[in-house]
């Protein structure tokens, strides 16, 4: 049954996925202070006709592109609790021109209802390897061919049980990532890193481990040449 509305946004299933959008986590956060620094990217988000966020959970990054000007802002999750935060926050914070639905990668149909973005927004998505394949064929099919996908991203590394040892072992990459570089050059998408952050003492102190990067996506090198890494950290 399709219950999708003439926006191609789902309506709300009834059950739940998980809850783990229902926090605001540090990469939303990074991304969000990257925005705000960089010229070349307010450009990006005043000029969009429409942004779409990917596995949003609270919509921090949605919620500034739009007070920084944005057009129109689309906020998705699989998770309907996640979706329902995302509408009370766009309200709280009078995003008129916003809205929130159910999008999960694995459903591509849902995703090719809801159309294509100039801007594609995502933070701290990939922290499984099994997501990684719907992920990028979702960004297939909703990245504009002129489009740019901002992605903020928070390594980590697995712990995995050595059998032979009887010891558990930090694997030596953050596996999730590797795969999305992997899975994105077989897409034919052109990456840049924008951004490559230690965390800040306060972080640290609060628990937060790994760096942070922000990756560029796009189909065309042209559309990356504008975005500049900041001379300053965030
Ligand atoms: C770690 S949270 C990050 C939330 C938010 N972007 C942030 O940085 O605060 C990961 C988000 O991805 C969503 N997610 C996980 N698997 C998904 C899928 N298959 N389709 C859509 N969203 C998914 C989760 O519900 C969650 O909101």
Redesign the pocket.
């Known amino acids: 049954m399709d219950t999708s509305d003439a926006d191609g946004c789902q309506s709300l299933p009834e059950d739940v996925?998980?809850d783990?959008?229902l926090?605001?986590?540090e990469?939303?956060r990074v991304l969000c202070n990257f925005m705000l620094q960089n010229i070349a990217v307010r450009h990006l988000i005043t000029a969009a006709p429409g942004i779409l966020?990917?596995?949003?959970?609270?919509g921090?990054p949605s919620i500034l592109s739009a007070a920084m000007g944005a057009k129109a802002v689309t906020l998705?999750?699989?998770?309907p609790q996640?979706v329902e935060l995302e509408q009370e926050n766009l309200r709280l914070n009078g995003v008129d021109e916003g809205k929130a639905c159910v999008?999960?990668?694995?459903d591509r149909d849902a995703a090719e209802k809801l159309g294509k973005f100039d801007l594609v927004l995502?933070?701290?998505?990939l922290?499984a390897s099994s997501?990684v394949k719907?992920?990028i064929e979702t960004v297939k099919v909703v990245l504009a061919p002129e489009g740019v996908m901002l992605f903020?991203h928070q390594i980590r590394r697995a712990i995995t049980w050595d059998k032979a040892r009887g010891l558990p072992r930090l694997e030596k990459v953050d596996a999730p990532l590797e795969l999305l570089k992997a899975q994105a050059e077989d897409a034919k998408l052109v990456s840049k890193e924008l951004l490559s952050l230690e965390p800040d003492q306060q972080a640290k102190d609060m628990g937060t481990e790994g760096c942070f990067l922000i990756l560029a996506f796009a189909w065309q090198e042209e559309a990356l040449k504008c975005l500049y890494s900041p001379t300053y950290s965030v």
């Open positions: 996925v998980d783990i959008g926090d605001i986590w990469a939303s966020e990917l596995g949003a959970g609270a921090l998705t999750d699989y998770d996640v999008l999960d990668w694995r995502g933070a701290d998505l922290y997501v719907d992920f903020a």
